[in-house]
């Protein structure tokens, strides 16, 4: 089955705790993407990678960190988590020809006191 | 820039139809549409291209008028399912999907 998946769905962590969100798609998609969603500010991109090795800030990067060491996987990093940063985050890849059809997975719900 | 779409909230009864717009301050080469239901991620509905290329939904349809940098969606006759909050997205360039801007979406609720 084609997927999008993240781990963990939900976390809670304190302030400045280094934590990783990790994402895998099984599509051999090029392009992944990371969204944070916030109520009444949509879904917002912080980072988006082109391939492996490849990887550009979104709108909202500031506070994470990404890396692209292998196609499928593109795990989200914060090291120094603070409140501000609670929200809910989504995962995305799509193929790099069109129709950019974006397959997410099915968010991490992170919550930092 | 995020694309505006309006309206915020939609409420209907089923059966009704609603439209909902997406409109961007600069020029736009494609309109993706995403619809999310309560507790689940978005999911792609349709891509707009310039020049009037459509893919996607059946029963749901959309427009793309690029010179007034705007798209609507059109939900005819719907259905309790049609239920979520719709997102337009507009890409940085101009063919990347991947690098898309979301509106702010509009909640849809469809009662019976």
């Known amino acids: 089955e084609a997927q999008v998946t993240q781990n963990p769905r939900y976390l809670i962590t304190v302030t400045g705790k280094k934590l990783t969100v ?10 992944m993407s990371w969204y944070r969603q916030d109520p009444g500010l949509g879904l917002r991109q912080i980072y988006y990678s082109m391939n492996v090795e490849v990887t550009d800030k979104g709108d909202v990067p ?26 809910l985050y989504f995962c995305a890849s799509s193929k790099e020809t069109g129709p950019y059809e974006q397959y997410f997975g099915p968010g991490t719900r992170l919550t930092v006191t | 820039q995020q694309p505006v779409q309006s309206p915020q909230a939609v409420i209907l009864r089923e059966g009704e139809d609603a439209v909902i717009n997406c409109s961007s ?7 993706h549409w995403y619809r999310q239901k309560h507790g ?18 059946e029963k749901i349809s959309a427009s793309f008028n690029e010179k007034k940098q705007q798209s609507s969606l059109y939900l005819t006759a719907s259905q309790l399912s049609y239920s979520g909050t719709y ?6 360039g101009e063919t990347s999907g991947s690098r898309l ?10 009662n019976p």
Do not use: D, W
């Not at chain 1, 990790?22 to 392009?31: F, K, R």
């Not at chain 2, 301050?25 to 309109?31: G, I, T």
């Not at chain 2, 689940?40 to 939904?57: D, R, S, T, Y």
């Open chain 2, 25 to 31: 301050s600069k020029a736009l080469y494609s309109v």
């Open chain 2, 101 to 110: 801007t979301f509106g702010e979406g509009t909640q849809l609720t469809v």
């Open chain 2, 40 to 57: 689940e991620a978005p999911v792609f509905l349709m891509i707009l291209l310039k020049g009037g290329e459509q893919k996607g939904h």
């Open chain 1, 62 to 87: 500031e506070g994470y960190k990404v890396s692209r060491k292998e196609k499928r996987n593109f795990p989200l990093i914060l090291e120094s988590p603070s409140p501000n940063q609670t929200s």
């Open chain 1, 22 to 31: 990790t994402c895998s798609q099984n599509m051999n998609h090029e392009y």
């Open chain 2, 87 to 92: 997102f337009c997205g507009t890409p940085r």
